[in-house]
């Protein structure tokens, strides 16, 4: 079965500092996804990769950067955490022009102090 | 603007009843739309998929409409049990694209079957 790993639950982080969110998926896809969920705010998506080495911006990547040097690993990073990027974060593989629906990972709560 | 309307209530159904949930869009035409499960804690579950030139998709004890005419996609769930509690998510590809930009999601209906 299809899966997609995110290497931590739950992260607790000092504001300023530099923040890694790994994401690994077993299933091959080209376009694999960063969104982040919030209370009466639902799911927005921050990051996007279409390929290795490609990405693009999704609705608020301000703050946020990534990485996709492999083809199965997609890394959120925020460059200086901030109180406001307290969050769920939750990695996603799939979609493309099959319509293939998105695999999620189990999500990272991060807080930031 | 582009925006994605389920009910932001909590729905509470009684065991054995069919759960309806509403999805509403507005200044999409999107070529098809997903729905989703989510548990707390957890990453949203693929439910279905329908397409614009489909009507209706069923999946056991779960129904899809899609009107593309009213922007309004129903999701059913007949003979409703406990476990079916969770987060019901819909969602479409805002670029009619085939999902390669990312999907679009509503926020959710919290979905509560009572014994």
């Known amino acids: 079965d299809v899966k997609v790993t995110q290497s931590s639950r739950y992260l607790v982080k000092r504001t300023g500092e530099k923040v890694f969110l790994e994401c690994v998926q077993d299933?091959?896809?080209?376009?694999m996804f960063w969104y982040r969920q919030d209370p009466g705010l639902g799911l927005r998506l921050i990051y996007f990769s279409y390929d290795v080495k490609m990405k693009e911006k999704g609705d608020i990547p301000e703050g946020y950067s990534v990485s996709r040097e492999k083809k199965e690993r997609f890394s959120l990073i925020l460059e200086s955490a901030s109180t406001n990027q307290t969050s769920m974060y939750l990695c996603?593989?799939?979609?493309?022009?099959?319509?293939?629906?998105?695999?999620f990972g189990n999500g990272t709560r991060l807080t930031v102090t | 603007s582009q925006k994605i309307e389920q009910n932001s209530e909590a729905l509470n159904i009684q065991e054995g009843k069919t759960a309806t949930l509403t999805c509403n869009y507005t200044n999409y035409s999107p070529a098809y739309l997903q729905w989703y499960r989510q548990d707390p804690g957890r990453g949203p579950v693929f439910l279905l998929l329908i397409r614009e030139n489909e009507k209706e998709k069923r999946k056991e004890r779960l129904k899809v409409t899609f009107d593309t005419t009213l922007k309004q996609s129903l999701f059913h769930i007949t003979a409703s049990q406990p476990a079916d509690s969770a987060t019901y998510l819909c969602a479409l590809d805002p670029y009619s694209g085939g999902g390669a930009d990312g999907l679009t999601f509503g926020k959710g209906t919290h979905l509560i079957i009572q014994p």
């Open positions: 299933m091959d896809h080209e376009n």
């Open positions: 996603a593989a799939g979609g493309g022009p099959n319509n293939s629906p998105l695999h």
